[in-house]
């Protein structure tokens, strides 16, 4: 079964600073990880996925994720906040073929301090 | 461009009443999901559909049955609704099989149930 952990519930930046959300996985097989984002009352909107291809995958809105197999993680990044971030973003994990579940984590709220 | 379309958007229920929440998708999808999202739960996975004529439980199926009527649509339905599930509701779909896609979303059900 595959799993995903988000560590911080909440997490607060300066415009301007370094964002980083932390997602950790666990997985008997090589999984297939998202990243999602949802702004208030609206569906989810895919950031980046990374499917076994590149280790490091680029998404939009300048956002990255990096696939970490020896740290069985994928944290997000982007190099500089700005205030349309604020958001709530959510990692998650499904198998590659052969179970369509989809699990996702708990969420973390991105605040942007002015 | 309709992608996933979920009716109602809001819906207010007495305790013990009964109702279901209708999903379709155009993009010719096999899978299909249905997710509640509760604060500081994140995104919990209802049941979902592999492919047409078939479901499969989820983290939370309890108080909640589901049918996937052909390839397009996937209903939710509370047979007797408890205040346990006030909730917003979102189904997803994706393409699923080898090479799994990621999840598109609809807008979301706000249900209070009273």
């Known amino acids: 079964a595959q799993s995903v952990t988000q560590l911080g519930s909440h997490v607060s930046v300066s415009e301007g600073a370094l964002v980083l959300l932390r997602c950790n996985y666990s997985s008997s097989v090589p999984p297939y990880l998202f990243w999602y984002v949802q702004y208030p009352n609206q569906g989810l909107q895919l950031l980046l996925k990374?499917?076994?291809?590149?280790?490091l995958v680029k998404g939009i809105n300048g956002f990255e994720a990096e696939f970490k197999k020896s740290e069985t993680s994928f944290h997000l990044t982007k190099p500089s906040a700005h205030m349309s971030d604020a958001a709530e973003y959510f990692c998650a994990v499904s198998a590659p073929f052969g179970n369509e579940k989809l699990t996702f984590g708990t969420g973390t709220r991105l605040t942007i301090i002015p | 461009n309709a992608g996933v379309t979920q009716t109602p958007k809001f819906q207010v229920l007495k305790t013990g009443q009964s109702m279901t929440l209708q999903c379709a998708q155009d993009?010719?999808?096999?899978?299909m999901y249905w997710y509640r999202q509760d604060p500081g739960m994140g995104l919990r996975l209802i049941y979902y559909?592999?492919?047409?004529?078939?479901?499969d439980k989820g983290e939370v199926p309890n108080g909640y049955n589901v049918s996937r009527l052909n390839k397009r649509e996937f209903s939710l339905r509370l047979e007797s609704a408890a205040p346990s599930q006030t909730s917003v509701y979102f189904c997803?779909?994706?393409?699923?099989?080898?090479?799994?896609?990621?999840?598109?979303f609809g807008q979301g059900t706000r249900l209070t149930v009273v």
């Open positions: 990374y499917t076994s291809a590149a280790t």
């Open positions: 993009m010719n999808h096999n899978s």
């Open positions: 997803a779909s994706r393409k699923g099989g080898v090479g799994n896609t990621e999840a598109f």
């Open positions: 559909s592999a492919s047409e004529g078939t479901t």
